[in-house]
Nanobody, 125 residues
């Protein structure tokens, strides 16, 4: 089973930027990025299908977050720009052997069964 791991979290001030990475032990066919703030449900942030080059965003982050992949398609990046305090959360990447089609299911945590350990993003005002 493929293993994935996040890195790149940290603490920044509002308006700042961070770049999260998710590295896989195998080629990534699809990947979702999720976040969970204390006391809140885990929500889908973005999804990417590296082979076809498609990406999908939660409207709350569209225009501020960008998902991309490396040429080998073993690492997916999530660029976080114009960060707000409400972006503070633990960020997770996730993948699955059965990739979802482009659409809402790609931002649903129940679609994915392989998860990273998470990386913390803290944005101060």
């Amino acid at each position: 089973q493929v293993q994935i791991s996040e890195s790149g979290g940290g603490s920044v001030q509002a308006g700042g930027s961070l770049r999260l990475s998710c590295t896989s032990s195998g080629m990534i066919m699809c990947m979702g990025w999720f976040r969970q703030a204390p006391g809140k449900e885990r929500e889908g942030v973005a999804a990417i299908w590296p082979i076809v080059g498609s990406a999908l965003y939660n409207p709350s982050v569209k225009g501020r977050f960008t998902v991309s992949q490396d040429e080998a398609k073993t690492t997916v990046y999530l660029n976080l720009d114009s960060l707000k305090p409400e972006d503070t959360a633990m960020y997770y990447c996730a993948t699955d052997r059965r990739c979802p089609m482009y659409g809402e299911r790609a931002l649903d945590q129940h679609t994915y069964h392989t998860w990273g350990q998470g990386t913390q993003v803290t944005v101060s005002s």
